[in-house]
T-cell receptor, first 114, second 115 residues
Framework: AQSVSQHNHHVILSEAASLELGCNYS??????LFWYVQYPGQHLQLLLK??????LVKGIKGFEAEFIKSKFSFNLRKPSVQWSDTAEYFC????????????FGSGTRLLVRP | EADIYQTPRYLVIGTGKKITLECSQT?????MYWYQQDPGMELHLIHY???????EKGDLSSESTVSRIRTEHFPLTLESARPSHTSQYLC??????????????FGNGTRLTVT
C-alpha cells in the first residue's frame, strides 16, 4: 500500500538553526508532492508543492524542498528558523493515477525556542 | 483566512447519539474531502466527493456517511456515536483534483469526543 513517512515526530530547535524535515513515500508511479503547515490554532495551509520541472522548489516564508526521485524523498529545508515557524508540518503525496488520492504523513511537530 | 467552514469546532457527546458535522465552502469547488486525524497520526481520507450527488469512501473505513446535495455543503453524519469515533475531523475542498493549480483548502476542523 502507498504510504508517506516522516521520520521525525518532534523537532526542537533554537532560532537561527537550520531545519531539515525528512519525507519519503512509497509509490512507483507519477506523483505530485506537497508540504502543508499548521500553525497553532490555525487550519492546514499549503507551504509548497512540486509537480514538474526543477526538483528544488521554493515556498513561502523561506522554506524550500528538494524532490529526489531515486530516493522517493521530498525533504523540507529552511536555512534559519524563526520562533514563528513553530508549527506542525505535514508531507503529502498526490498519486497521479485515476484516483488522485492525497496521502499524508503523520506530521512533524516543530518547536523553535527564542 | 479560511473560505471553508466547519461547525462545531468542538463537540462532546454521549455514546449512541446521532451527530452531523457541518462543512461549507464558498469557493464553488467541486471536490470536497473529509479527513480523520488522531494525534501524532496521518490524516486519513474517509470520504470524498467530486461534485453534487457524488460521494465515495476513502481509504480508512468509517462508519460515518456523507451527502452532497449542494456544491457548497458536504456534511458528515454518525448515526450512533461511539468512543472509538473520538478524533479530529477535517474538511477540505479543491478546484482541481490534481492539486496542481488549486491547492487543498482546509477548514479548522471539528474535534469530537464521545463519552
Amino acid at each position: 500500500a502507498q504510504s508517506v513517512s516522516q521520520h521525525n515526530h518532534h523537532v526542537i530547535l533554537s532560532e537561527a538553526a537550520s531545519l531539515e524535515l525528512g519525507c519519503n513515500y512509497s509509490y512507483g508511479g507519477t506523483v505530485n508532492l506537497f508540504w502543508y503547515v499548521q500553525y497553532p490554532g490555525q487550519h492546514l495551509q499549503l507551504l509548497l508543492k512540486y509537480f514538474s520541472g526543477d526538483p528544488l522548489v521554493k515556498g513561502i516564508k523561506g522554506f524550500e524542498a528538494e524532490f529526489i526521485k531515486s530516493k522517493f524523498s521530498f525533504n523540507l529545508r529552511k536555512p534559519s528558523v524563526q520562533w514563528s515557524d513553530t508549527a506542525e508540518y505535514f508531507c503529502a503525496v498526490n498519486l497521479m493515477d485515476s484516483s488522485y488520492k492525497l496521502i499524508f504523513g503523520s506530521g512533524t511537530r516543530l518547536l523553535v525556542r527564542p | 483566512e479560511a473560505d471553508i467552514y466547519q461547525t462545531p469546532r468542538y463537540l462532546v457527546i454521549g455514546t449512541g447519539k446521532k451527530i452531523t458535522l457541518e462543512c461549507s465552502q464558498t469557493m464553488g469547488h467541486d471536490k470536497m474531502y473529509w479527513y480523520q486525524q488522531d494525534p501524532g497520526m496521518e490524516l486519513h481520507l474517509i470520504h470524498y466527493s467530486y461534485g453534487v450527488n457524488s460521494t465515495e469512501k476513502g481509504d480508512l473505513s468509517s462508519e460515518s456517511t456523507v451527502s452532497r446535495i449542494r456544491t457548497e455543503h458536504f456534511p458528515l453524519t454518525l448515526e450512533s456515536a461511539r468512543p472509538s469515533h473520538t478524533s479530529q475531523y477535517l474538511c477540505a475542498s479543491s478546484e482541481d483534483d490534481t492539486l496542481v493549480d488549486s491547492p487543498l483548502h482546509f477548514g479548522n476542523g471539528t474535534r469530537l469526543t464521545v463519552t
